[in-house]
């Protein structure tokens, strides 16, 4: 499966943006999907989690209560919604499809979005 995710941008202190991750090549609505983030110079750390129907989501504290992760099979995309963002949330933000294992852990996804830069100014 091949994943595109877009979205990010530049945001003040407080704001929204909805990240998306349009997946082809596959039956979307068989994966699991995933959402992380990377900061310069950090490692990439996973953000938030959606099964397969929707059923069933978990996110990680520094998400939890501000961002909302969903997705719409008809439309083989998945979203991360945010809201109250920090400038801490700064980051490249990837979608991942597919885990295999403990899906809070990178290294359990198959495949990979190529990443959207969020930007949150103070």
């Known amino acids: 499966v091949q994943l595109q995710a877009s979205g990010g941008g530049l945001v003040q202190a407080g704001g929204s943006l909805r990240l998306s991750c349009a997946a082809s090549?596959?039956?979307?609505?068989?994966?699991?999907m995933g959402w992380f983030r990377q900061a310069p110079g950090k490692e990439r750390e996973f953000g938030a989690y959606i099964s397969w129907n929707g059923g069933f989501t978990y996110y990680a504290d520094s998400m939890k209560g501000r961002f909302t992760i969903s997705r719409d099979n008809a439309k083989n995309t998945v979203y991360l919604q945010m809201n109250s963002l920090k400038p801490e949330d700064t980051a490249v933000y990837y979608c991942a499809a597919d885990p295999r294992g403990m899906w809070s852990l990178p290294n359990a996804y198959n495949y990979w979005g190529q990443g959207t830069q969020v930007t949150v100014s103070s």
């Open positions: 090549g596959r039956t979307f609505s068989n994966y699991n």
